[in-house]
């Protein structure tokens, strides 16, 4: 897989992320970024928040660009050394370690989001530790995973343990529209295909599978810089503009680990 990776600085840590974040000498003077990989670049312009699983471990790895720091997997961190990524090819630098957990609250960044005073790290309970970086940009509008989860933690946000201000007034945005689903295909799909929480797995699965067809052959974008042009064509013009900026760069996922659940 050919993923773009999404540079999600840190612009303000929860209590837990700043304490464990401050107990390491070696990122001081440092900027540090949540990196999610996706595959619809286009679709940035959706951000309302970034999603972790609260089960898994991240750590703080030195990039190759002096004074920055990505936060993903041991597993991503370690694909990542072996793509020019790290400081030097084939290693990785690891400066310490954090839980999905302490990270939830903190506010950062998302390159091209209209939320642009930052979004929060949210918890969702599908986040797997064997694919991408194990840090997910959500986008609501189009990604039938996101809405689902985000609609969750509006219902009952002491449950999932979050603070509701971290998603009120966090709703979709319209990025492209399709003539089957119109301007928000996640929510229209996740009605039609009956999914009532981030659990229904199968339903998601499916809706998932429709979005992505429907947005990528039928898409035309309603946002941004090539608004008016198919999802196809400014799928690469979003994913390059991104790169050249510093906002992301090109990751890639051997296909036969993506979907590895040995571990
Ligand atoms: C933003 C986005 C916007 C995404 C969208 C999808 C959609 P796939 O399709 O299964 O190969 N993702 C990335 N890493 C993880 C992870 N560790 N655990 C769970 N989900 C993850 O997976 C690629 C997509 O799955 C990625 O692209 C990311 O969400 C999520 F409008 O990024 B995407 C119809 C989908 N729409």
Known sequence: QEYTAIKLEVLEWSQEGSLAASAIPELAGQRIFLVAATLRPETMYGQTNCFVGTGLEY????SKD??????????????????GLSPENGRVVKLGSITGQAI???????PLSEYKNGVYVLPMENVLATKGTGVVTSVPSDSPDDYAALRDLKKKPEYYGIDAKWVEGFDPIPVL???AYGEMSAPV??????VSSQKDRIQLAEAKEAAYKEGFYSGTMS????KGLPVAVAKQMVRLQLKECGDAFYYAEPEGLVMSRSG
């Open 59 to 62: 750590g703080f790895f030195q």
């Open 223 to 226: 946002i941004g810089d090539f």
């Open 189 to 194: 799909l996740c009605d039609k295909m009956k």
């Open 66 to 83: 002096t004074n920055q720091v990505y936060v993903v997997s041991e597993r991503a961190a370690r694909n990542m050394a072996f793509q």
């Open 177 to 179: 529209s399709t003539e």
């Open 104 to 110: 939830i609250g903190t506010k950062v960044n998302a």
